[in-house]
């Protein structure tokens, strides 16, 4: 049985099908490979896109889903072996995910961290709690990384310069600046594809704090030695953007800040300036710009760049249901 946890445990060519198969499935949005299948959509945080995109892509392909809100409109659940449950939790998720399995065929999972300790919320005890006990395939729909929309944003850029082969583009992942600290999900799943795709990354910035988990800077070594490309860090905007081909931004926290965020709060504030403008998209390579979306506008990046035809973050958010739908039906056939 194949979970869909990261892109970093499915190979290149694995990688390259599904992308294969999302272009086909936008071409032609309607099929039957989940017809008479469900899948479970466990939501503990919010969401606009990937619930949309998870639901209406079952949907297309003749499935199911039912959406759960453990602690709403589901039972709160319980992940560490040894508790003595007399508190909140009702049930534990060795039942949960076992039950599950017995009703659905695909089980999606979106949790974020709890951002009061980094060395607890990097091993992604939900995710993995779920991929341990289920007996069917488990999606990441967004915990510490988000390989949703890393293929999502794959395929967008792919579609952009009419190539599957993105070797030898500049690739700026920049930070930007956010009134208060957020996951690091995207950041750490953008990098991870932007270099396993073979090109020339440079993660843009304020300061050495705001480098990335030191496991998804490994990833991506690893990637640049596999796939060709590069890797550098850079804080200084004005030579990470120059002559760049492409610019994705993402506000995240400080990790050796983590759960103390006000301390990182005066670092945050002087490097508003980071914010992603024209002066700045000026200096590329007539680079298109992307987000993962929600973004707010002159905060993370200015009204002149969102409404800007460099902007593909529209397509990068519909290419959510095409890649989801190629990840079910995959996950699917191979059971």
């Not at 979970?3 to 099929?31: M, Y």
């Not at 999606?108 to 091993?123: C, T």
């Amino acid at each position: 049985m194949k979970h869909f946890l990261n892109t970093q445990d499915w190979s290149r060519p694995e990688i390259d099908a599904v992308l294969r198969e999302a272009a086909a499935f936008k071409r032609d949005r309607l099929g039957d490979q989940l017809k008479g299948k469900t899948i479970a959509l466990v939501f503990f945080n919010p969401s606009l896109r990937t619930r949309s995109s998870f639901e209406i892509g079952a949907f297309q392909l003749g499935g199911h889903a039912v959406v759960l809100a453990p602690g709403k409109d589901a039972w709160p659940i319980e992940f560490d072996l040894g508790t003595v449950m007399d508190g909140d939790t009702e049930e534990h998720i060795a039942e949960v995910a076992r039950v599950l399995s017995r009703y659905v065929d695909l089980i999606g999972v979106r949790a974020f961290p709890k951002f009061q300790n980094w060395s607890v919320d990097r091993e992604d005890h939900v995710l993995r709690g779920f991929a341990r006990y289920a007996t069917v395939p488990v999606i990441n729909m967004e915990t510490i990384t988000h390989p949703c929309q890393e293929l999502a944003h794959a395929l967008a850029l792919q579609e952009h310069f009419g190539s599957e082969d993105l070797r030898g583009r500049k690739y700026v992942l920049t930070w930007t600046y956010h009134p208060r600290p957020l996951n690091t999900a995207v950041a750490n799943s953008a990098l991870t594809i932007a270099t396993r795709l073979g090109m020339d990354v440079t993660l843009l910035c304020p300061t050495p704090e705001y480098v990335l988990d030191a496991r998804y800077m490994d990833w991506a070594r690893a990637n640049v030695a596999e796939s060709g490309g590069s890797l550098a860090v850079s804080h200084d905007p004005l030579a990470a953007y120059a002559g760049a081909d492409v610019i994705y931004a993402k506000s995240w926290g400080a990790i050796p800040y983590f759960g103390r965020w006000e301390q990182e709060k005066p670092i945050r504030d002087a490097h508003q300036h980071f914010m992603v403008d024209s002066d700045k998209m000026a200096l590329t390579n007539n680079a298109v710009f992307s987000h993962c979306l929600p973004l707010r506008r002159n905060v993370k990046a200015s009204d002149a760049v969102m409404d800007s035809p460099a902007c593909i973050a529209i397509e990068e958010a519909e290419n959510r249901l095409h890649v989801q739908k190629a990840v079910m039906a995959r996950l699917v056939g191979l059971g």
